[in-house]
């Protein structure tokens, strides 16, 4: 495995609690502290703070978030603290998921229905590869980390060394190819495919941007060079390349005779358990689902929910815990984690890990019940808690309000407070609204437009959440009729789409941004100044006293932070929101006058890893119109005229790739005339 330091890259240097923090959190690590917990308010740096504890104790690490959207915006900024090091993005690559699932009581099923993004697969292989490789990695994952994966012993051992001078046919190197899981194209290459041209072989691995072109001589390979599969011009020839598979879960062929062998085994027993009860049709069902498939994986090596022969494929014993993303990162001798997880947000991802296993088996239990399934499938699942526990060794936890699991498990003296903030702000105003006076409801909605316009002439930005979807997108169009940009972000939107609303709000596209819960953890929205509450005595989970100081926090990095909060009452939650904020203003302001120190807001760069995640031919467009940007200024007319015709050229040769390509740069072109 290759030895490099992890190097944080920064021009900042620890200040306000953070050298504390630092300090007492890395002794803790270096003790053999099991759970250690960083209280830190929200803008006090915990992101900068973990950075540094990372850099010294130099081990791979894992950061879990709770969603998608924050772990992004973690992921870059890791990035920018890691430059020259492996800092990846491991999640769920569903766009949309609909799992597999059976109801008795309508007698529905419901198939596996789900869109895969291809660039999130890249990064999930980029990341297990570079784990198996290298040991200056950080991984920001979703709870996608606790969920079924291949086996890293059979992906790491199935893996192609292709070499300069290695004897192989071009008939026995097409065979390798396929056996990793391959795909043979004649038309323009993407992830996991590849080509072949004479006696070139192009492939696009799954983990890269790139294009490996394989040169056969007779039988020895006698050229590799990595091309850019946007313009083709070559990168770089090289004397060696290890191609890992193009899928996680991968067999061998003797391993995956024997297999077969135990799923034929097990449907045999199943059926005759399921015909002793008299359910015949579940019987028959079952059989035709598994002889299925059975035969793609003699014929191909993979069937579609593969996973749920995970047990069978790599040879786990029935009831044992899956193989998952933390099984590719390092252990010691011993079998203990040589790594660091750092669970972020962690009042709200630890819940979501303990939850994981019930939800699931739960749904999986009705499709063996009712043979859709084989009993084995039971695991494929995500990881216990417990089986978590086991696995990830030192733990730091990150929250401005730890739960109950953080504050059972840590010692009192490793809860590591950090309040002040290195800009000297201080947590923002609080005001309590009433939205009725003298009997006649006053309208929440239209106090917060009035005071939204204000902040909005001022530069600022604006945020005001709601307690459902419905009227999260309600508001939304209400606000936009009366004038104030708005957009809204919930659960039902993709992840690549709030990653765009989010930095659309910071560049100012829009001024106010409506949400539920998910503006609560961790969005790190520095332009916001003033943040609406809307039915804040509504106790329960969204306005709980988490939520309303979580809330209360995404106008903490911004020096007019101000919090409105709309509520006829002052209930329980509400009460200790208001005096834990006041507390922590005391202190903060304490601090400041100490040390004289003026509150200075915050200036962040609006980065985000969208382009990162864009498609081949949004990529391509890009590049496309960058070239011909000059030209366009000279004769725009001229050059639309000619890509007219490339593009008539194209789709007379069935090249509608090239077509489609040329089409949308017309558009664009057309757009700016």
């Known amino acids: 495995m290759a030895q490099k330091n992890l190097e944080l890259s920064s021009h900042y240097k620890p200040e306000g609690d953070q050298p504390k923090a630092i300090e007492a959190l890395y002794r803790g690590i270096k003790t053999g502290v099991k759970h250690q917990t960083l209280l830190g308010v929200t803008g006090s740096g915990k992101t900068f703070t973990a950075a540094n504890i990372i850099e010294r104790i130099n ?6 978030a709770h969603n998608k959207t924050l772990a992004a915006q973690l992921v870059q900024e890791y990035r920018d603290f890691f430059p020259n090091n492996a800092v990846h993005y491991f999640v769920s690559y569903y766009d949309y998921y609909q799992p597999e699932a059976y109801v008795p009581i309508s007698d529905t099923y419901i198939e596996k229905e789900a869109q895969v993004n291809e660039e999130i ?11 198996l490789s290298r040991r200056d990695v950080i991984v920001v994952a979703s709870v996608s980390a606790i969920y079924g994966l291949g086996s890293p012993d059979e992906y790491r051992k199935e893996h192609l060394e292709i070499k300069k001078g290695m004897k192989a046919s071009r008939k026995e190197f097409l065979r390798l190819l396929v056996s990793l899981y391959f795909e043979r194209t004649p038309a323009d290459l993407t992830p996991g495919y590849f080509r072949v041209i004479g006696n070139v072989v192009e492939i696009m691995p799954v983990n890269v941007r790139q294009t490996f072109r394989v040169e056969l001589d007779g039988d020895e390979v006698s050229r590799i060079v990595k091309i850019d599969p946007v313009s083709n011009t070559i990168l770089e020839e090289v004397d060696i390349y290890y191609l890992f598979p193009a899928k996680h879960f991968v067999t061998n062929k003797e391993r995956l005779e024997g297999a077969i062998k135990n799923i034929q ?11 002793d009860m008299g359910k015949i049709l579940e019987a028959d069902r079952l059989v035709r689902r598994t002889k299925g498939d059975i035969t793609l994986l003699r014929e191909v090596g993979y069937c579609n929910g593969i996973e749920n022969y995970s047990r069978h494929l790599s040879g786990k014993k029935k009831g044992e815990a899956p193989d998952t993303l933390l099984s590719y990162f390092p252990r010691n001798k011993d079998g203990s984690a040589d790594f660091l997880t750092i669970i972020d947000e962690s009042h709200v991802s630890i819940p979501q890990l303990a939850g994981m296993h019930v939800g699931d088996a739960s749904r999986k239990k009705n499709l063996v019940e009712h043979g859709f399934r084989l009993p084995s499938a039971l695991d494929n699942r995500p990881l216990k808690f417990y089986e978590f526990e086991e696995r990830v060794g030192q733990r730091l936890y990150t929250s401005a309000t730890p739960g109950a699991y953080e504050r059972e498990n840590t010692d009192p003296m490793h809860i590591v407070e950090q309040v002040i903030r290195p800009t000297g702000l201080l947590d923002p105003e609080l005001v309590v609204c009433g939205v009725i006076e003298k009997g006649e409801y006053k309208g929440q909605i239209h106090d917060f437009i009035d005071k939204a316009v204000r902040v909005v002439k001022k530069g600022d930005r604006t945020m005001v959440t709601t307690l459902t979807k419905r009227m999260a997108e309600d508001l939304t169009t209400y ?26 709000f910071r560049r100012g596209v829009f001024d106010c941004l409506v949400g539920v819960n998910l503006l609560r953890e961790g969005l790190d929205l520095p332009e916001v ?20 100081i979580q809330t209360i926090g995404r106008a903490a990095r911004n020096i007019n932070g101000k919090v409105i909060l709309y509520a006829d009452k002052i209930t329980g939650s509400m009460q200790r929101a208001l005096d834990e904020t006041q507390r922590r203003r005391e202190i903060q302001e304490a601090y400041n006058k100490k040390h004289g120190i003026t509150p200075q807001g915050i200036k962040k760069a609006i ?28 004769a725009p007319k001229k050059l639309i005229k000619e890509k007219e015709r490339q593009m008539n050229e194209a789709v007379k040769i069935l090249d509608f790739e090239t077509a489609a390509l040329l089409r949308d740069e017309i558009l664009a072109l057309q757009e700016k005339s």
């Open 59 to 64: 081990k791979p690490t894992l950061i879990i």
């Open 121 to 131: 697969d890249r990064l999930r292989h980029a990341t297990t590869q570079d784990l």
């Open 265 to 275: 085994a097990e449907l045999k027993q199943r059926v005759k358990e399921l015909q």
């Open 479 to 504: 606000l936009n009729e009366k004038g104030v940009k708005a957009e809204f972000v919930h659960s039902d939107v993709k992840t690549i789409e709030r990653i765009k609303i989010l930095t659309d």
């Open 529 to 548: 100044s003033l943040i609406g509450i809307l039915d804040a005595d509504k106790e329960g989970f969204l306005r709980s006293e988490t939520s309303l």
């Open 607 to 634: 980065n985000d890893i969208t382009q990162q995640l864009e498609s081949e031919h949004e990529r391509a467009l890009k590049t496309l119109l960058e070239v011909d940007r000059d030209l366009y200024k000279r």
